[in-house]
């Protein structure tokens, strides 16, 4: 399968290629250039068939190219090693994507590019470096993908006292192959430097370096597994059913509407953002207009400008002859989330998490439009316990840090200047 750039569809490049650059060469993003759905007797038989060959069969036609049968099941089973549980709440389904090592869905899209690599990388005398600035989470999520992962060494930069204490252990306290930059600048600093050191030819030309940011093919399509391994669990084919998807950049809505071409039976979408709401004005009028960004409980969904905007539309019209289905969206406050929380937790012993509760809270104003969707599944993106303290207090309760896996000393960490010769200077120290 090849994959072109959504501002060139006549340039093409190998799936191989489109993970190592990330970014098309031309500034868009990539798409496969071909998607079918999968057959009607492997969406027939789906109830028979294991996680790790829903998987399989979903994921070989885009990144199969390259890979022998062994080196691709590696990939395969390590994904499968985050599960997808489906609970009942209510009248609703929530698909908790968050049982991965940081405890947010971005884990699993992390686990799939890591595992590619690592496979590419086995037939590679030279390291790869992967270079990420973080403002907390995506750091997390890539070390723990990357950890152990032979031939790969990642650089993760993040702003010195300007994240959380649990996401400074999950970036700092692995050690090994993962070297943390604690960096006395902002997140943009963070992100000059990185930028500024894939832009210079003398550092390319003695290390190979490749970003592992969110709108990687190898980080976004993965993300469409979630969809089809939850909707499994609750039903069986031709139902339909509606999902209901908290929205940030619109890489996980992206690979849901991903998902629907290749097959999978949609009732209807409905997309949640915080008080961010430009996709939202995007749905209601075509297009949206800048607006200063707000910081919300849902942090993680605090985007001005989605950047998978362009992968929404063009699975969204007839480039495939699919026919997608409606897809509305609702713009939840910060007291919606919080009264949302609350009730949940009161009515059913629930805890949604800020980012979930979006979700929870639009399908509520979803009803009361006497909208009547099929049955439908909340895309859970975080556990509540990553949020620790604004739960207990929210609800009043005095839970502890979550002991996640990587809960270790951090003090892994090298402290670095904004200062871009000493990045360089840093980087060229692991010229083989
Ligand atoms: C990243 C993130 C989101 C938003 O996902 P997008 O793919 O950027 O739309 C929602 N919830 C949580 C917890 C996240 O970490």
Not at 223 to 234: N, P, V
Request: aromatic share 10%; hydrophobic share 40%.
């Amino acid at each position: 399968m090849l994959y072109y750039s959504t501002r060139n569809s006549r340039k093409k490049v190998s799936v191989r290629m489109a993970v190592e650059l990330g970014l098309a060469t031309d500034g868009g993003l990539f798409i496969p250039e071909e998607l079918r759905p999968l057959s009607t007797p492997f969406w027939e038989s789906l109830h028979t068939y294991s996680y790790p060959d829903i998987v399989w069969n979903m994921m070989y036609p885009f990144f199969g190219d390259g890979l022998s049968a062994a080196s691709f099941q590696r990939v395969v089973d390590r994904v499968c090693t985050i599960p997808i549980h489906l609970v009942a709440v209510e009248d609703r389904w929530i698909a908790e994507l968050f049982h991965g090592p940081t405890l947010a869905f971005k884990d699993i899209g992390a686990s799939w590019m890591a595992g590619l690599l690592g496979e590419y990388q086995q037939h590679e005398d030279q390291e790869l470096h992967i270079l990420v600035a973080t403002s907390g989470d995506t750091g997390g999520a890539v070390a723990a993908a990357f950890h152990q992962v032979d031939g790969i060494r990642v650089h993760i930069l993040y702003p010195k006292g300007k994240v959380s204490e649990l996401q400074e252990r999950q970036i700092a306290g692995l050690g090994g192959n993962i070297q943390s930059l604690a960096i006395d600048g902002t997140f943009d600093d963070c992100q000059t430097l990185v930028k500024k050191a894939f832009l210079d030819p003398a550092l390319r030309q003695v290390l190979r370096m490749t970003s592992a940011n969110s709108i990687n093919v190898a980080r976004w399509i993965p993300q469409s597994i979630s969809y089809i391994e939850s909707y499994r669990q609750c039903t069986h084919y031709p139902e339909k059913r509606s999902f209901v998807v908290p929205c940030g950049n619109l890489g996980n809505l992206s690979a849901g509407l991903f998902a629907e071409a290749l097959g999978l039976p949609i009732g209807s979408w409905v997309a949640s953002t915080n008080e961010n709401d430009s996709f939202v004005q995007f749905l209601h009028h075509g297009h949206s207009e800048s607006k200063p960004l707000v910081s919300t409980l849902a942090h993680a969904m605090d985007v001005g400008n989605p950047n998978n905007l362009d992968r929404v539309s063009i699975l969204q019209c007839s480039t495939w002859n699919i026919s997608p289905k409606p897809m509305r969206g609702y713009c939840i406050s910060d007291s919606d989330i919080q009264n949302c929380i609350q009730t949940v937790y009161n009515n059913h012993g629930y805890i949604l998490d800020p980012h979930t509760a979006t979700a929870w809270s639009a399908l509520d104003m979803d009803h009361k439009m006497n909208l009547h969707p099929h049955q439908t599944i909340l895309m859970a993106t975080a556990h509540p316990s990553k949020f620790i303290e604004l739960m207990n207090r929210i609800l009043g309760l005095s839970g502890n840090t979550p002991h996640a896996k990587q809960s270790g000393p951090y003090n892994h960490h090298q402290l670095l200047p904004q200062n871009y010769p000493m990045f360089k200077d840093y980087l060229l120290s692991w010229r083989q």
